[in-house]
């Protein structure tokens, strides 16, 4: 999503008002920056990595680097922002953050925070800032203006999330269940794909987690891990020099066939005439 800025003026700092404004803009996609969105008005849908997330009014969702996006989408009526930083500029700032790992893995699984009217108006007011910052190029000290409204921006969002963790700590058992298998599927669906292995992890039964996450996701275990590797073949697809075999490989299938079988099942074609569509395009 975020890979088409490098022709803009300051690639490592951007802000746009609406999807439209991101030129290229392809789905799926590997976020390489980290992105901030704010929702004053109307709704942003899209899912993120394989959980679908909605941004409704006073919203604030925080991405960071390595999240793949899809499905991506804003009402007629959206009115907010984008916020984009590239990953090394991030690297420029973060070392004075340590403090935030506490949270990382309390807003990767509830990125969306809702905002009070004073905390929209202060996120609406480093928005502007940055905004007529980006404009002043090739003003004295610019970049490091820029890196220190970034940092504000960093510190205000922490506040806001900090603000909410202890009030979010409290979920159900099922949503806990969801939580965790998400973040399983992340760190394995390359190499297992076998509802048994999650579930074994998870210390449920197949039947058990598939019902579960069948009930507040709509999704099976299996659709849910299928999923998974179709986003990460399309994408490897569209963005990669390698070759089908390649790939297969790549995800762990026995051989080239198989992974193409798979591939065609769950999509209606195969990897081949799928890249060969987008090379069309």
Known sequence: MISSLHDRPYETINVFRSLAEIRNVEFPSRLDHMLLAVCKKGEISAVVDVAPRHLGP??????????????????????????????????EILPSLHFVAPYTLHYNSNPIIEMTEEELESQWLIYEMLQKQIQLEGRPFNQMTLGAI????????????????????????????????????????????????????????????????????????????????????????????????????????????????????????????????????
Request: glycine content about 4%; hydrophobic content about 40%; charged content about 25%.
């Open 58 to 91: 006073s919203s604030l969702m925080v991405l960071k680097p390595g999240h793949i996006i899809s499905q991506c989408k804003e009402s007629q009526d959206f009115d907010g922002f984008f916020i984009v930083v590239h990953e090394d500029k991030l690297n």
């Open 150 to 281: 970034c940092e504000l921006l960093f510190y205000n969002t922490l506040s806001i999330y900090a603000s909410r963790a202890e009030t979010y700590n409290h979920h159900s058992r099922r949503e806990e269940l969801l939580a965790n298998f998400i973040d399983l599927i992340e760190k394995h669906f390359k190499s297992e794909r076998a509802v048994n292995f999650y579930a074994d992890k998870l210390f449920v039964t197949p039947k058990h987690l598939s019902a579960v996450l069948k009930e507040i996701s709509g999704k099976t275990a299996g659709e849910w891990i299928d999923h998974r590797v179709i986003l990460e073949a399309k994408l490897m697809l569209r963005s990669t020099g390698m070759n089908i075999q390649e790939i297969s490989l790549a995800l762990n299938f026995s051989n080239q066939s198989f992974f193409g079988k798979y591939f065609k099942h769950l999509t209606g074609m195969s990897p081949r005439d799928y890249r060969n569509k987008l090379s069309e395009n």
